[in-house]
């Protein structure tokens, strides 16, 4: 509502309420009154005045923008954006804006300052602070550690209450307050000869090689100690070991050593030789780079083995006992021959085996077997009459003639017989280890012959019954053949017959 308006409402109610009498003397004393009031607003210049983002309307005689921000009791200095510039005249509705700069605390190379600013990138703000920031420096915003070399490019806004000119209350994203740079310490490294530098954060030198990715071995040597303070300017060696690989119970171990043989590198590392155990190269062999030691580890043992001793079979003539009858007497057992050896291992694997000692643990004991040699002549019924034969043999039974003797009918001994005689019925073939040639025999079915050819399939129990080629008869079987006396000499008659067939 404006000021004139209001004065002349406010005059006519308190007009209305006075007594009557003297009432004009009043009335127009207001009158008067409410038209001067009215006549200093009408003389006010009235302006928009926005503040941090919050707009006001104000009326002012002030002449300058500087003049009116003081006279709204609005502070400001000269970080702050305002338009148009404090020296700016005012007129009548022109819009005033005043952007206050935040302060911001910046802590490095030993110092405090403030900056006020309208960013609110670090970037931004080290750079009005006239700061640097290297990536090995640590950068800490608002007491929180951010990465080296990190920009807060999005600030996550952290409302923060500031008054404004007119004592109401607005929110503004100030979320940078504090930034802390802290300096990395840089230290001079000569590792091995080769020189670098490095800078670092840590507070050890171990720690600070392992930061700056500087492997360390078993063996390197660091000086000083790798639990000694980093200071500024500090030079540190590094010795490195000569790279050793070793090779031992199934498993390699590398390391780096300063040792000057091999035997010293196994103390090092806790290795020890027992027995006969090998070590490749020996153990007074100097380091080298680089080097790779094996350790054999060498066992011997005592390794028994037997083997069996086969038994002999010893036959024994019994005048007592029938022809072609046996009789075990003693079975027969193996002996047992016993060998021990020394073997060798390495790492596990048989190298070599030595005898060292041979013996009969167990002599074999034959079997004896009885054979009878007592001839009975007996008399056989055949369809040609009687007969005598003094031995009966089961036989296997085949036949052939000439013609499948397996001789060409141009062959000098075709037709004849290992005897030498014509070919024909009644010549059998025979195994002479068997049936000793010339003997007469009798085959049932076949009838009698004469034991007069060989040949090289008859072997042991099995004849040939001969044919001549017009009268061929297949045989194919088991049979008899009975042994015609007279009984031979006892020096050609074979007493055991082979199993076979």
């Known amino acids: 509502m404006p000021l004139g308006k209001g004065i002349r409402n406010l005059v006519l109610a308190g007009v209305y309420w006075l007594p009557r009498p003297g009432w004009w003397v009043f009335v127009a004393s207001l009158v008067l009154v409410a ?5 200093y607003v009408r003389a006010l210049t009235p302006v928009t005045l926005v503040v941090d983002g919050v707009s006001q309307q104000v009326h002012t005689r002030r002449t300058t923008v500087g003049a009116l921000l003081d006279d709204a009791g609005i502070a400001w200095t000269g970080w702050d954006r305002i338009a148009p510039e404090p020296g700016a005249a005012v007129r ?5 804006e005043v952007w206050h700069a935040h302060p911001v605390t910046v802590v490095a190379d030993g110092t405090t ?7 609110q990138r670090v970037d931004e703000i080290l750079g009005q602070a006239g700061l640097a920031l290297r990536a090995s420096d640590e950068l800490w915003v608002n007491g929180a550690r951010m990465t080296a070399g990190g920009i807060l490019s999005e600030p996550q806004a952290r409302p923060l209450r500031a008054a ?16 802390e740079v802290r300096r990395a310490t840089l230290i001079h490294v000569s590792d091995n000869g080769v020189e670098q530098t490095i800078r670092t954060m840590s507070d050890t030198i171990g720690q600070a090689l392992l930061e700056a990715g500087i492997l360390l071995y078993l063996g390197d040597r660091v000086y000083p100690d790798l639990g000694a303070p980093v200071t500024a300017g500090l030079h540190v060696r590094i010795r490195r070991g000569t790279p050793v690989s070793v090779a031992v119970d199934g498993r390699v171990l590398r390391t780096r050593t300063h040792a000057a043989t091999v035997e010293e590198v196994l103390a090092e590392l806790g290795i020890s030789l027992v027995g006969k155990d090998l070590v490749i190269p020996p153990p007074d062999a100097g380091v080298a780079d680089p080097l790779h030691i094996q350790v054999v580890r060498v066992a011997e043992r005592a390794l028994i083995e037997q083997e069996e001793i086969p038994f002999q079979t010893e036959w024994i003539a019994d005048p007592a006992l029938e022809l072609d009858q046996r009789r075990v007497d003693n079975v027969g057992a193996p002996g047992i021959r016993r060998r021990r050896y020394k073997a060798v291992y390495h790492d596990g694997a048989e190298v070599a085996r030595h005898l060292e000692d041979e013996w009969v643990a ?3 004991q034959s ?9 009975i002549v007996r008399t056989l019924e055949t369809p040609d ?7 009966r043999i089961r036989v296997f039974l085949t036949s052939y003639t000439e013609a499948t003797c397996g001789k060409a009918p141009d062959h000098p001994w075709y037709g ?16 002479p280890k068997v049936i000793r040639l010339r003997t007469p025999l009798y085959v049932p079915g076949y009838g009698r012959g004469v034991a007069g050819d060989t040949g090289g399939l008859i072997k042991g129990k099995h004849i040939d019954l001969g044919y001549d080629v017009d009268n061929f008869i297949w045989y194919y079987e088991w049979g008899y053949v009975y042994l015609l006396t007279p009984v031979p000499p006892a020096s050609e008659i074979p007493w055991i017959l082979p199993d076979y067939p």
């Open 385 to 391: 009459g009687p007969i005598e034969y003094w031995r």
């Open 92 to 96: 009548s509705g022109m819009a005033i």
């Open 113 to 119: 300052r403030t900056v006020y600013t309208h960013s």
């Open 416 to 431: 004849l017989t290992r005897l030498g005689w014509k070919m024909r019925h009644g010549i059998i073939a025979v195994d």
């Open 362 to 364: 167990w002599e074999p």
């Open 164 to 179: 404004s000119s007119r004592g109401a209350q607005r929110s503004t994203p100030l979320t940078i307050s504090h930034i």
């Open 35 to 39: 038209w001067a009031a009215t006549g």
């Open 367 to 375: 079997r004896q077997i009885a054979y009878g040699t007592r001839i």
